[in-house]
């Protein structure tokens, strides 16, 4: 039903924000997947089968960054997904990777607490996503409130759809703003 065209992965390394330097590295990573859209041009009304066909992609997608982040599944503290959808598709295309993104990721990163926050559109080819980020067991901890973007040159083509995950070795360099604090996490429900 899917079919693969590319893979695309990307790492960054911030050694400072201004201030002083880290004392190691922050690294953010986006991890894609082009594929093409089954749906393209028509009007599909059960899409379930289309959704759970996706869930072995999400945590392929997962697996991917993980690795290309150089990191343990502890190791990641933030986390985020995203789709953009070609123009020959819907929207609700692209929020067939909430579940299926979302839950192949905490299954890689062992089950964390957070929900994966979202990002979707409907794009032309190259179209930029901003992907939200938040802490992968409390979405309360402000300090990883990030945003990540990630665009392909080629893709997604009217057909396709660009599915994505986004992963963080920890929050903004020198977050000073307040809030929920790491080393203060609960872990109970995924807020606190």
């Known amino acids: 039903m899917w079919t693969v065209r590319k893979y695309v992965t990307s790492v960054e390394e911030v050694l400072h924000e201004r201030g002083p330097a880290l004392a190691s590295p922050l690294r953010i990573g986006t991890a894609a997947v082009v594929v093409n859209n089954p749906y393209a041009g028509r009007y599909e009304a059960d899409?379930?089968?289309?959704?759970?066909?996706?869930?072995?992609?999400?945590?392929?997608?997962?697996?991917?960054?993980?690795?290309?982040?150089?990191?343990?599944?502890?190791?990641?503290?933030?986390?985020?997904?995203?789709?953009?959808?070609?123009?020959?598709?819907?929207?609700?295309?692209?929020?067939?990777?909430?579940p299926s993104g979302g839950w192949g990721m905490r299954q890689v990163l062992g089950d964390t607490k957070a929900i994966v926050p979202a990002g979707k559109m409907i794009g032309a080819v190259g179209a930029r996503l901003m992907m939200p980020l938040g802490h992968v067991n409390a979405a309360y901890v402000r300090s990883h409130f990030n945003t990540i973007g990630l665009s392909i040159d080629d893709a997604p083509r009217p057909d396709e759809i660009v599915y994505a995950l986004a992963m963080a070795t920890g929050g903004r360099p020198h977050a000073r703003l307040g809030g929920l604090a790491a080393t203060e996490i609960k872990g109970e429900d995924g807020l606190r």
């Open 47 to 98: 899409l379930m089968p289309g959704m759970e066909a996706l869930n072995e992609l999400g945590r392929e997608v997962a697996r991917r960054l993980l690795k290309a982040l150089d990191a343990k599944p502890d190791e990641v503290e933030a986390y985020g997904k995203g789709a953009i959808v070609g123009a020959d598709g819907e929207m609700e295309h692209g929020a067939m990777w909430h």
